[in-house]
C-alpha cells in the first residue's frame, strides 16, 4: 500500500496550507533522525491518524492498538499510566482529569442503579458529597462506617453491594483502616475494594499487594508534588481499567491532558526524595506541637499516641507529611494561628513543596453537616498541616510565632 503521507502535494501549497502542515508538507511523524529524549515528550495532539480506512476500522473493532484519540488513549498518558502501575504493582492504570474523576469513574465502572457501596465515615469532603448527594440521584446507596474497625464493614455489607471504599489515612482525620482484614470480608461478599493511596502514595504503602481491587489517587497531591496540576489515578486489573477507560471515560470524559500527564510524570521522578523530607519535617512539627502549652491535641500517625500508630507502622512504610491539631481555645484560637501564619500557605490542597495550612470543618470538609462533624471525629477547631519541604526550622518558627498570639 502507498504510503499516503510521503505522497507530494498535487500542486505548490499555499500559505495558508504551509501554516497547517508545515514547510514541504513534512512528516510530522519523522524528524529525519533519531530522537532518544531523555524526558517523555509531551505528545500535544488530539487526534493520531490512519493509515488506511481499513486501518482505523481494525482500531475501531478493538484489533489493533494505534492510538486513535487522545479522550481514549495518548502516548505521555500511556507513559505515565505505564509508571504508576508499575509503582503500584498493578497490572495496568488510568489517567483522568483529577482525583474526583478518576472516584466517579471508579464508582460508575463497579456500580449501576440499586448498587450499593460501603465507605469509611471521613473522606475528602468531595467524595462524602458525592457518595450523599450525587450518587444518591443515580440510585447508587452509600453507607459510611467508622473505618479504625473492619467489623462496622461487615456489618454494613448487603447482597447488593459491590464497592467498599477506603480512604488510609483518612482526610483530615488521619484514622487508618487495616486494608487486609476489610479485603478479606469484603471479598467474602463478592465486593470490590478500592483504596484512595493519595495520603501515602505508592513509596510508603501498596493497597494491592495488601488485597485491595483499584487504587485511587488525586495525584493532584504528592505525585504532582509541586501545586501546579490537577489529576487522578485509578490503577488495578487490566480488564478492570480496559472498561473503566473504553466506556465510562469514553462516555464521561474525563480524560487527563498530555501537559498534565507530563507534569505528574516529571514529579514522580522525585517522588521519593521528596517524600523522605515530607516525613521528616512532618515528624519534627508534630512533636513540637505536642509539646507546646497552647496545643490541646495533635493527630500524627508517626506519634505514639497515635491510636493506630502499631497499624501505621506494620501497613506503611513511613507516616507521611499530613498533620491535624487542635489547639486550646477550639475554633477561635485555630482561626487565629490560620489568619497569623507567615511561611505557612492558607490554602486547600496537600502534599505541595510549599506547606499549606486549612481549616477543614469550614473548607475542605464543609460539606459535611456540624452534627456529621462531630459524629466522625472532625473537631470544628481542627487545623489541617500539609507538611512542605521548606527548612523544618523556618516550619516551626512560623507556627510558634502564630501560636503565641492565642
Ligand atoms: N482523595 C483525597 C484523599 C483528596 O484529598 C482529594 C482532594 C481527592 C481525592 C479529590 O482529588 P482532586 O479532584 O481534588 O484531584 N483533596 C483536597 C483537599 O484536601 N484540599 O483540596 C482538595
Wanted: hydrophobic fraction near 40%; glycine fraction near 8%.
Amino acid at each position: 500500500m502507498a504510503d499516503r503521507r510521503r505522497e507530494p502535494p498535487p500542486h505548490e501549497p499555499g500559505f495558508a496550507t504551509i501554516c497547517v502542515h508545515g514547510k514541504k508538507h513534512l512528516d510530522k511523524h519523522e524528524v529525519g533522525r533519531p530522537i532518544r529524549a531523555v524526558s517523555t515528550p509531551i505528545f500535544q495532539s488530539s487526534t493520531f491518524a490512519f493509515e488506511s480506512v481499513e486501518h482505523g476500522a481494525a482500531v475501531f473493532r478493538g484489533e489493533d492498538p494505534s492510538y486513535v484519540y487522545t479522550r481514549l488513549g495518548n502516548p505521555t498518558q500511556a507513559a505515565l499510566e505505564t509508571e504508576l502501575a508499575f509503582l503500584e504493582q498493578g497490572e495496568a492504570a488510568l489517567a483522568l482529569a483529577s482525583g474526583m474523576a478518576a472516584a466517579t469513574t471508579a464508582v460508575l465502572n463497579c456500580c449501576r442503579t440499586g448498587d450499593h457501596i460501603v465507605a469509611g465515615d471521613t473522606l475528602y469532603g468531595g467524595t462524602h458529597q458525592l457518595f450523599t448527594q450525587t450518587l444518591p440521584r443515580l440510585g447508587i446507596a452509600v453507607t459510611e462506617v467508622p473505618a479504625q474497625d473492619p467489623r462496622n464493614f461487615a456489618d454494613a455489607i448487603t447482597e447488593r453491594t459491590k464497592l467498599v471504599y477506603l480512604e488510609t489515612p483518612a482526610n483530615p482525620t488521619l484514622v487508618l483502616t487495616d486494608i487486609a482484614a476489610v479485603a478479606e470480608i469484603a471479598h467474602r461478599h463478592g465486593a470490590l475494594v478500592l483504596v484512595d493511596n493519595t495520603f501515602c502514595t505508592p513509596y510508603l504503602q501498596n493497597p494491592l499487594l495488601l488485597g485491595a481491587d483499584v487504587v485511587l489517587h488525586s495525584a493532584t497531591k504528592y505525585i504532582g508534588g509541586h501545586g501546579d496540576t490537577v489529576a487522578g489515578i485509578l490503577v488495578g486489573r487490566q480488564d478492570w481499567i480496559l472498561q473503566a477507560r473504553m466506556e465510562i471515560l469514553r462516555d464521561l470524559g474525563g480524560c487527563i491532558s498530555p501537559f498534565n500527564a507530563w507534569l505528574l510524570l516529571r514529579g514522580l521522578k522525585t517522588l521519593p526524595v521528596r517524600m523522605d523530607r515530607h516525613m521528616e519535617n512532618a515528624m519534627e512539627v508534630a512533636q513540637f506541637l505536642a509539646y507546646h502549652p497552647k496545643v490541646a491535641e495533635v493527630i500524627y500517625p508517626g506519634l505514639k499516641t497515635h491510636p493506630q500508630h502499631d497499624l501505621a507502622k506494620r501497613q506503611q512504610r513511613g507516616f507521611g507529611g499530613m498533620i491535624s491539631f487542635m489547639v486550646e481555645g477550639g475554633r477561635e484560637a485555630g482561626r487565629t494561628v490560620m489568619d497569623n501564619v507567615r511561611l505557612c500557605t492558607l490554602a486547600v490542597s496537600l502534599g505541595d513543596v510549599d506547606t499549606l495550612i486549612e481549616h477543614p470543618a469550614s473548607m475542605t470538609h464543609s460539606t459535611y453537616g456540624e452534627d456529621e462533624l462531630k459524629k466522625v471525629g472532625i473537631d470544628p477547631g481542627m487545623v489541617r498541616l500539609s507538611v512542605g519541604l521548606e527548612n523544618v526550622e523556618d516550619i516551626i518558627a512560623d507556627l510558634r510565632q502564630a501560636l503565641a498570639l492565642i
